[in-house]
């Protein structure tokens, strides 16, 4: 799994640049550093990498995913996983809903599979799938060091939990390539080397495409792959 | 960003254009063929004058213009000022929070409950006499004064105030949350300028673009409104549009001439007034901006503030014993002046409630309002993955358009609008009524939704969408429960507006659809003011019943997750 970038441009809508077009092969496992002043549009590329990228801007070259081009498809597509700056866990659900949200949903040819199966056995099968999405939230959480957390309100937990159930929550949804937008900007020194040192862990124990966005020397010394300077 | 609904977009345009503004052409075309002289009904197919010279020639179409003109201008531009004044004094220094709560059931109350709370509060019958005859005033019988349906048309202005400050503050608080205010008023303190003098320097300028709208609809219903004007207006002559409305109804056909001329003249005059309304603001701003550059400081402002807050904090009050006298006489059996409350009380007259009236009523506003949510949200979120695909130009237009239904008066379309449906062949049913209440639902409900909706995080969405979310469940289990609150208040106001809604109903339901503001209209021009009460009470009540629902069950759904669950 490789994620690459070809000859990709961002244009404002005055047609100009924001950026010299870039050119990148991310190898899977790797975390590639983008720095930047603030401004350049940093964000704006991780935006036109995960699809979310609004109309004001306008877009050249391509995004590949395994040699697939997926610049023209729609975001939820694409398979690729977003952390921002701001943990953005739902409010209103609980912190294993937000996880069992992102875990993908039952695959259909197997429901296909267990038509056949009437009454009882089907609503065993359900529950049992039922509890394999449970026993993953467990897991997860369990990952995180936040066992026991199941119940909590997102806005109850401190930034740097936030963060953590964030990533999880990232990583639940199988995604094949992973943004991260300065993750570790908003915490405190000490949180924030934590963090770098979990997300990093897990990142490479899922051996996906990652590229992450800071302004921080640190975290372009901390990562294993290439670190590229946006000018504008 | 949520790109395969974008094939949607033309045929649910469509439908909202023909939902929205068909009947409206329709209408007002209608209406200006008879002014033109053509009317089928009459046997007149030539284009003619005769309308405008009928009209000219009716009595007291000056005293009636006139009264239109005071009365609308007046209550608005005392209703803004209030409001801005008021919003001041609740934003500068977080005073003053028990307010919102106060104003919801003025909020929630129609146009006719609260005219006719307010008449039996204020007349020489009224409430207040009562309270304070005869020890204060000496009065052993009601005095020989016009108080309610005064000829200068104060009492009109009085109770429009009373129900648009709150509406117009409602409005500014949620414009507010989308400015930065709370900053700009800190550096500007820090500058040397006092919190009421910031505001209006500063805060205001910036404010009244976001507010624009609703105050045009504020100006215009102010000007042509009915409901209000029947109950608390002088009758001889009447205002413009209560006079247009006695034309289109009087017994003799060939009315519907001057009427017609007169509905136009009402429109023509609408325009004129929103355009001399917007120069007088436009130079307004040039002085603010003019004494901003000289950076005078001064405490006119605050002076201005500590006049008005009291008075807004009474007229408050007013509203809330406005409505507090419609349940004392709802409950009333004998009430001899000038006791102070009723002798005999009786709930005999609810029994009489046993018709059709709050069915129907019940009926039209839930359909109309869901209907008008639902569209709402389907049309905001269209207008966003236009926007989100640089369409800008698309989403603008048709924002405008949706809001025509209120910016043109209710009577210059709605009697064209009865004539259209009767060519078509629809003949006053209970859906030619609600297709008429959504004309009026829909942009409110819009009104009301517009500002959250589009001040949503849309981080939240990028984020479902990053975990492989569809759009569909972008929005079902992310965007709307985010929303749920605003979403539900602004089909609380839908259920508002419509149970308020009378010309739409009587005009387009042809007499036989009645409701309780037809009921309540009806009856407040006789006698019993214990019926009346009752009526004008339900009218309240069921619009307050819905705020109450909108507030308490997002924090039911999920309040055991979190209480800041639904911003």
């Known amino acids: 799994m490789s994620l690459q970038l070809q000859q990709l441009t961002i244009t404002s809508r005055q047609a100009q640049p924001l950026f010299a077009s870039l050119d990148l092969v991310v190898e899977p496992g790797e975390i590639a550093c983008v720095m930047g002043p603030s401004g350049v549009g940093k964000s704006t590329l991780l935006d036109a990498i995960g699809g979310h990228l609004n109309g004001y ?16 498809l729609a975001p939820d597509r694409r398979h690729i ?53 449970r026993e993953q939230v467990v897991q997860a959480l369990d990952h995180a060091g936040l066992a026991g957390f199941e119940k909590r309100a997102p806005l109850s937990l401190s930034g740097g939990q936030q963060s953590r159930v964030a990533l999880m929550r990232a990583l639940l949804a199988q995604p094949k390539a992973l943004l991260l937008d300065e993750p570790f900007a908003k915490l405190d020194p000490a949180m924030s080397h934590d963090l770098r040192q979990f997300v990093m862990s897990q990142v490479e124990q899922q051996g996906i495409p990652v590229i992450l966005v800071s302004h921080n020397l640190e975290d372009a010394k901390a990562v294993n792959g290439k670190v590229i300077n946006l000018q504008s | 960003m949520i790109a395969s609904n974008d094939r949607l977009k033309w045929p649910l345009s469509m439908v909202l254009v023909t939902i929205i503004l068909v009947p409206v052409m329709a209408g007002l075309s209608e209406i200006l063929l008879a002014a033109m002289g053509f009317i089928p009904a009459l046997g007149q197919y030539s284009l003619s004058f005769d309308a405008w010279h009928q009209l000219i020639q009716m009595p007291g179409l000056g005293t009636s213009l006139r009264l239109t003109l005071v009365t609308g201008f007046g209550a608005t531009a005392i209703s803004l000022v209030m409001a801005l004044v008021a919003s001041c004094w609740l934003y500068d220094g977080l005073r003053g929070r028990w307010l919102r709560a106060a104003i919801v059931p ?38 020989d004064l016009a108080i309610v349906n005064d000829l200068a048309g104060l009492s009109l202005i009085l109770g429009l105030v009373v129900k648009e400050v709150p509406f117009l503050l ?7 949350s989308r400015l930065s205010v709370a900053e700009h008023l800190k550096v500007a303190k820090s500058l040397g300028y006092q919190g009421a003098d910031a505001w209006f320097k500063l805060v205001v300028p910036a404010l009244y673009p976001l507010i624009r709208l609703p105050v045009f609809v504020v100006l215009v219903y102010s000007l042509s409104n009915v409901d209000m004007a ?16 006695r034309w289109f109804y009087d017994a003799d056909i060939q009315r519907l001439l001057p009427a017609s001329a007169a509905a136009i003249t009402l429109l023509v005059v609408m325009v004129l007034s929103v355009l001399v309304w917007e120069a007088c603001v436009s130079m307004l701003g040039m002085l603010n901006r003019h004494s901003t550059q000289q950076g005078l400081r001064g405490t006119s402002w605050l002076l201005l503030q500590r006049l008005l807050v009291p008075t807004m904090l009474s007229l408050c009050l007013l509203g809330l014993l406005s409505l507090l006298v419609l349940i004392v006489w709802s409950l009333t059996w004998q009430w001899p002046y000038p006791n102070a409350l009723p002798t005999v009380w009786s709930l005999r007259h609810w029994s009489q409630l046993l018709g059709d009236v709050l069915p129907a009523s019940l009926a039209i506003a839930l359909l109309t309002s869901c209907l008008a949510s639902i569209m709402s949200i389907a049309w905001l979120q269209l207008q966003e993955n236009a926007a989100q695909q640089g369409r800008f130009e698309w989403s603008k237009l048709t924002l405008w358009l949706i809001y025509v239904p209120l910016l043109v008066p209710q009577i210059a379309f709605l009697y064209g609008l009865k004539v259209s449906f009767l060519r078509v062949g629809i003949n006053g049913g209970m859906g030619a009524v609600i297709w008429a209440h959504v004309l009026f639902v829909f942009p409110y409900v819009m009104l009301m939704l517009q500002g959250p909706w589009q001040a949503f995080d849309q981080r939240y969405v990028h984020v479902a969408a990053s975990l492989s979310k569809p759009p569909w469940q972008q929005l079902w289990q992310v965007k709307i ?3 749920l609150r605003p979403i539900l208040l602004a089909w609380a106001v839908g259920i508002a507006v419509s149970i308020s809604q009378y010309l739409a109903t009587i005009m387009i339901g042809a007499g036989r659809i009645d409701t309780l503001t037809t009921e309540a209209i009806s009856l407040a021009s006789g006698a019993d003011r214990r019926l009346t009460g009752m009526f004008g009470l339900l009218q309240l009540l069921i619009p307050l019943l819905a705020f109450v629902m909108a507030m308490l069950l997002p924090r039911m759904m999920y309040g055991h997750i979190n209480q800041r669950a639904a911003p």
């Not at chain 1, 259909?108 to 394999?132: I, T, V, W, Y």
């Not at chain 2, 909020?107 to 609260?114: C, D, I, K, S």
């Not at chain 2, 029947?230 to 409305?245: C, F, G, Q, R």
């Open chain 1, 81 to 133: 996983g977003l952390l921002l700056q701001d943990p953005c866990l739902f409010p209103h659900m609980s912190v294993a809903d937000n996880l069992a949200f992102a875990l993908p949903a039952l695959n259909h040819d197997r429901q296909h599979e267990h038509k056949h199966e009437k009454g009882f056995a089907r609503l065993r099968e359900k529950q049992r799938r039922k509890n394999l999405r």
């Open chain 1, 57 to 72: 801007f306008g877009l050249q070259g391509k995004v590949l995913l395994n040699g697939i081009d997926v610049t023209n």
């Open chain 2, 230 to 245: 029947l109950i608390l207006a002088p009758s001889t002559p009447p205002t413009l549009a209560v006079a247009t409305m």
């Open chain 2, 170 to 176: 409602l409005v500014c608080l949620a414009a507010l």
């Open chain 2, 106 to 143: 003025i909020l929630a109350a129609p146009h006719a409950a609260m005219a006719i709370g307010l008449a039996f509060l204020i007349a020489p019958s009224g409430w207040l006499a009562r309270l304070f005859s005869p020890w204060l005033t000496g009065w052993h019988l009601p005095p």
């Open chain 2, 481 to 483: 429960p985010l929303l």
